[in-house]
């Protein structure tokens, strides 16, 4: 398994770039002050030369100006880009920009692609993905009251969504509503584009969250469809397939955060061993107590079974197509989050005031990771669906008791004894 993980030369030297401009151009950009209008022209210079150097969208097929790399280079990469919020947007490889262009890129048709995938691609407009709803559990996406109705040449949508990441920065979101609610429950809903200056479309406001606000107008909005009209053609895929297209940009996707948040981890982690080794208490540094060095150990053993889940789940989908690895991805889904909050969690405790404080990263890290655990799927229904899958292999025992019962085991060992030493011709 080392082997299938190995990075060769080539790749590395590409990694060594992208760690060391992620601390040189990127990193910077979480502390950077000013006016939105100065923070986006340094942010584009930075994705300037992301493009010079052929790593922008990275998670694209060649033939949309991606690397071809696979999922296991992909998540490699996605490590390092993860140690900053803003490394994906230095990358081209943002969600929900990403999952949408990957949606428009296997299913839009030539003139969806020309309007909204390439400028999107080129980083020349945002987008959002518009499906939670405030009145129905997001872990059902089954259960959706938003409709869409065919009215001659165009469609018409009306319903109420929230969470629809970045739709007051978008300049076009993709939505998924019910076309046909008599159908059986995945072929309910289709998915549409719908342009940011469509009539009946209301970005109401930025949720407040954990995080707080946000720069470029990027937050989770509340967003209302009151007889949005939008042209027939504006329709994604076929009538029905709204389930099927949302699933195609959720397996990669995941494993991409999964390594994110590992590399956010690495990032606390690395805090975390720096500070109790700067810091004494009682006369000796911290990183003498039992006890922090448990942390340490725990983080560092726990970051490297998440790893290697993560990886061998991308393994899985280079060589047996993202169906298989389905299970594998549920898990790293759970676990990765896990993992992430744990080690954060650690890292403040051991940094004490100093963690708490916006003196570090720590504390916008934590609230950030905390949404982790329900983003993409809560993580109660990712063990849910893994429990599901290893049932499968299981029967229930005949009797009332497990087929490991020792005294039940014990009379058929009495059983299998007899019969071998008569075999034997064993003299008694």
């Known amino acids: 398994m080392s082997a299938v993980f190995a990075v060769d030369p080539e790749f590395e030297r590409e990694l060594s770039w992208v760690r060391q401009f992620m601390k040189t151009h990127v990193w910077p950009l979480e502390v950077l002050d000013g006016e939105d209008k100065e923070f986006e022209a340094v942010l584009r210079a930075v994705q300037a030369e992301v493009k010079s150097r052929g790593l922008w969208a990275a998670h694209l097929p060649p033939e949309l100006g991606g690397q071809g790399l696979g999922q ?16 994906p947007y230095a990358f081209g490889c943002q969600a929900p920009d990403s999952g949408n262009a990957e949606i428009l890129a296997l299913v839009g048709t030539p003139e969806q692609k020309e309007t909204w995938l390439h400028p999107l691609l080129d980083g020349r407009m945002w987008s959002a993905f518009s499906m939670t709803e405030p009145d129905n559990a997001g872990s059902d996406p089954t259960r959706m009251n938003t409709t869409a109705t065919r009215d001659g040449d165009t469609w018409v949508i009306n319903g109420h969504k929230w969470f629809s990441s970045n739709a007051m920065a978008a300049d076009f979101l ?19 584009i719908v342009p940011k200056d469509a009539p009946g479309l209301h970005v109401v406001r930025n949720v407040p969250t954990m995080i707080g606000p946000e720069r470029l107008g990027f937050g989770h909005p509340e967003v209302a469809y009151d007889n949005c009209r939008i042209d027939a053609a504006n329709i994604l895929g076929g009538v029905g397939e709204g389930f ?3 699933q195609m940009r959720l397996g990669p996707g995941r494993i991409h955060h999964c390594m994110r948040w590992l590399g956010q981890a690495q990032r606390a982690l690395d805090i975390m061993c720096e500070r109790v080794l700067q810091r004494e208490v009682r006369g000796r540094p911290l990183a ?17 079974a998440a790893r290697l889940m993560t990886l061998k789940a991308a393994w899985v989908i280079d060589t047996e197509g993202a ?32 963690g708490f404080s916006g003196d570090l990263p720590l504390e ?24 599901r899958q290893v049932l499968k292999g299981y029967r229930a025992p005949e009797g009332p008791w497990p087929s490991d019962h020792v005294p039940t085991r014990r009379a058929a060992a009495v059983d299998f004894a007899a019969g071998v030493l008569a075999r034997s011709g064993h003299d008694d």
């Open 72 to 87: 296991v280079r992909l998540a490699q990469l996605n490590e390092i880009i993860g140690t900053s919020f803003w490394g």
């Open 174 to 192: 993709i939505v998924m509503a019910v076309t046909d609610p008599d159908e059986r429950p995945h072929r309910r809903a289709s998915m549409f």
């Open 244 to 246: 099927k297209i949302a």
């Open 288 to 304: 003498e107590s039992d006890l922090v060095r448990s942390w340490i150990a725990d983080s560092t053993a726990e970051m490297a």
């Open 323 to 354: 169906a298989a690895a389905k299970t594998d991805i549920a898990m790293i889904k759970y676990f990765g989050a896990e993992v992430l909050n744990r080690v954060i969690d650690r890292a403040i405790q051991a940094n004490g005031a100093l």
């Open 364 to 387: 916008h890290m934590y609230r950030r990771a905390r949404a982790a655990r329900f983003v993409d799927g809560a993580d109660e229904v990712h063990k849910t669906a893994v429990a």
